[in-house]
């Protein structure tokens, strides 16, 4: 099983910005959809963007209404790390960010199954903080 290594967290101010990545080891995400998720204290975890897997160049990516605008989801085409670019950051975008992998999620003219659903994703990373100060 590819195992998920996220990093690029830390402190910034609120209005910055900061990249995630999270890298596959072991395998590559091949054949797999991604998905950023996060959790703040005392908060469940909520998702934050996700994108399909594709044998070819053409991507689909799905936001939550939170950051739609500014977060972007993207993915290398070696498939070995995906990225969460979060631009105008804001206090309450503060939490741990997971990444995550789903072999179950299609996508077909639309996704098949949820990618906002954390049931969908069979493979998480160890979570890297993003704190953002006001």
């Known amino acids: 099983q590819v195992q998920l290594v996220e990093f690029g967290g830390g402190l910034v101010q609120a209005g910055g910005s900061v990249r995630l990545s999270c890298a596959a080891s072991?395998?590559?995400?091949?054949?797999?959809?991604m998905g950023w998720f996060r959790q703040a204290p005392g908060k469940e975890r909520e998702f934050v963007a996700a994108?399909?897997?594709?044998?070819?160049?053409?991507?689909?990516?799905y936001y939550a209404d939170s950051v739609r605008g500014r977060f972007t989801i993207s993915r290398d085409k070696a498939n070995i790390t995906v990225y969460l670019q979060m631009n105008s950051l804001k206090a309450e975008d503060t939490a741990v960010y997971y990444c995550?992998?789903?072999?179950?999620?299609?996508?077909?003219?639309?996704?098949?199954?949820?990618?906002?659903?954390?049931?969908?994703?069979?493979?998480w990373g160890q979570g890297t903080q993003v704190t953002v100060s006001s």
């Open positions: 995550a992998s789903s072999r179950n999620l299609r996508y077909s003219s639309t996704w098949l199954r949820s990618p906002a659903s954390p049931d969908e994703y069979d493979n």
């Open positions: 072991g395998r590559t995400f091949s054949g797999s959809a």
């Open positions: 994108i399909t897997w594709s044998g070819g160049s053409i991507y689909y990516t």
